[in-house]
């Protein structure tokens, strides 16, 4: 297994596309996390899953925004309708609950740019 | 509210230690982490250290928390170029991570 993976790496959209990205975790890895990063900022929590289980979303995913996990192993995450504000890093990461310590490991991420 | 602090920058002369600060809110947090983020690249997981402890070295990395006052902080030893990047903490309670806003660690030759 090598880690967290994410496709595609980089995306330019126009405004108003949609547009898709894909994360394959950990492949023991339980849980699921979908984070996202602007310029000098701290990652920003936006949803989390345990096992397909959508549990929690942060209120920064708007309804423009949904977050698949069908069979509890690979996540999609869907801007609809992209907007200018949408470009940023999207990072995904994984853990799993059957260890002691929760620590996640993130993939290197995907780097959205609306034009 | 959830909230966690850094120092945006700091300089450092290779061969120095390093001591990047991080001040959290949630008490309640199980784990507290430092990771490590290189240009351009994903996050890094450094190290971490249980909130019933006080202190954890690794290797160059020693972790120090003060409980009562939600401080943090992550002292590098003999500090290397390699070392010059971002470092967040993060504070992790059930399964989700709040992350400061990052230290850029600049190591100078």
């Known amino acids: 297994d090598t880690g967290v993976s994410q496709n595609p790496r980089h995306k330019i959209t126009k405004r108003g596309q949609n547009v898709t990205f894909r994360c394959d975790p950990i492949?023991?890895?339980?849980?699921l996390y979908w984070y996202r990063q602007t310029l000098g900022q701290g990652p920003e929590f936006l949803t989390y899953?345990?096992?397909?289980?959508?549990?929690?979303k942060s209120r920064l995913l708007s309804d423009r925004f949904s977050a698949e996990r069908p069979k509890g192993s690979f996540s999609t995450l869907e801007i609809q309708r992209t907007e200018q504000g949408d470009s940023a890093m999207y990072l995904c990461a994984s853990s799993s609950d059957r260890l002691m310590n929760t620590e996640a490991f993130f993939g290197q991420g995907t780097r959205l740019t609306v034009v | 509210g959830e909230d966690v602090e850094q120092s945006l920058f700091l300089s450092v002369r290779e061969g120095d230690s390093s001591v990047i600060n991080c001040t959290y809110t949630d008490s309640s947090s199980t784990y507290l982490y430092w990771y490590k983020q290189e240009p351009g690249a994903g996050l890094q997981l450094l190290t971490y250290?249980?909130?019933?402890?006080d202190m954890k070295q690794d290797q160059r990395l020693t972790v120090l928390l003060n409980k009562k006052d939600k401080h943090l902080s992550l002292r590098i030893a003999d500090t290397q170029t390699g070392d010059s990047a971002i470092y967040f903490c993060a504070e992790g309670g059930t399964y989700k991570y709040i992350f400061g806003t990052g230290t850029r660690l600049k190591v100078l030759a």
């Open positions: 250290i249980f909130s019933n402890m």
């Open positions: 492949s023991e890895h339980n849980r």
């Open positions: 899953f345990q096992n397909e289980a959508q549990l929690e």
